[in-house]
């Protein structure tokens, strides 16, 4: 049984990682980043809803009167 050469293993892989680093940063240089994000103000917002001014209570089956 022949023996497998792994004489060229070094260069495919290294060749492969330096392909890899090569195609990653050319597609993140295609993106345009904000150069200074700026603040937004963050008011809050009041939501009128009917269950604010009233009390309610909620009724679990077992706290039901027993028949």
């Not at 004489?7 to 492969?16: A, G």
């Not at 345009?32 to 103000?41: F, G, I, M, R």
Request: aromatic share 12%; no cysteine; proline share 9%.
């Amino acid at each position: 049984m022949p023996q497998l050469d792994t004489s060229t293993w070094f260069i495919t892989i290294l060749s492969m990682i330096l392909a890899l680093f090569i195609m990653f940063q050319l597609k993140i240089s295609n993106h345009s980043y904000p150069t200074n994000p700026s603040l937004k103000d963050m008011k809050l917002i009041e939501h009128k809803t009917p269950w604010e001014n009233k009390w309610t209570k909620i009724y679990l089956p077992l706290s039901l009167p027993q028949q």
